[in-house]
């Protein structure tokens, strides 16, 4: 199945300063790619996305990027502030069919005011 | 607002009870899924249904079983549960067809003592 590893696991930041998570995947076949962002005691919510035919993508501060070759795709937020603290999924889907993601084990990211 | 309701956010529960999860989604998605998380472990699958009456293992399926008799609700059954069963857990959905993200609901932290 979809192996997908996420790194740095804990990230800090100060406030203002750029965060950038990096995943990569296993399967070439993969074509989506969501960011789940989750505040403390919620469960995660959908920031941005990304499809195989696009290498970035942007909203406000976050944007994603993708490169097919090398199987990885990044997180960044500019700009940092407080409540960007959170933590991070990347995920990426399976191949075959009926819509199954594989997730990365998480991204700290605590920005210091 | 389309969401993802789970009936519990906290619950306590005693080694050897028969514990229900239940989980609620309003937006005719057909797969819904149930994680556990736990730190440092990221999102682990238990199950997940592509439809109704229909149920598959996920990565960690021993000691759960699931029920979906309606499209809309997805139950997460412990039959007998133990302390190594407390964690939180997470509900999500999504559409069947096509490559879109889940959405997860609020999550249920569980405690069994």
């Known amino acids: 199945g979809e192996n997908v590893e996420q790194h740095p696991s804990t990230l800090s930041v100060q406030e203002g300063d750029s965060a950038v998570i990096k995943c990569t995947y296993s399967d070439s076949a993969s074509n989506y790619f969501p960011w789940y962002k989750q505040e403390l005691g919620k469960g995660p919510q959908l920031i941005i996305d990304i499809r195989s035919n696009v290498g970035e993508k942007k909203d406000q501060r976050i944007a994603v990027t993708l490169n097919k070759t090398a199987k990885h795709f990044s997180l960044h937020i500019t700009e940092t502030q407080p409540e960007d603290s959170a933590v991070y999924f990347c995920a990426a889907s399976f191949h075959y069919g009926n819509n199954r993601l594989a997730f990365g084990k998480g991204n700290q990211v605590v920005v210091i005011p | 607002d389309v969401k993802v309701t789970q009936s519990s956010r906290y619950l306590v529960k005693r080694t050897g009870e028969k514990v229900f999860l239940e989980c609620v989604q309003d937006?005719?998605?057909?797969?819904m899924f149930w994680y556990r998380q736990d730190p440092g472990l990221g999102l682990r699958l238990i199950y997940f249904?592509?439809?109704?009456?229909?149920?598959e293992k996920g990565d960690i399926p021993e000691g759960y079983s699931v029920s979906r008799e309606k499209k809309e609700r997805f139950s997460l059954i412990l039959e007998s549960a133990s302390t190594n069963q407390t964690s939180m857990y997470l509900c999500a959905s999504s559409f069947k067809a096509g490559r879109y993200g889940y959405t997860f609901g609020s999550g249920t932290r569980l405690t069994v003592v």
């Open positions: 249904s592509y439809d109704v009456k229909m149920k």
């Open positions: 937006m005719d998605h057909e797969n």
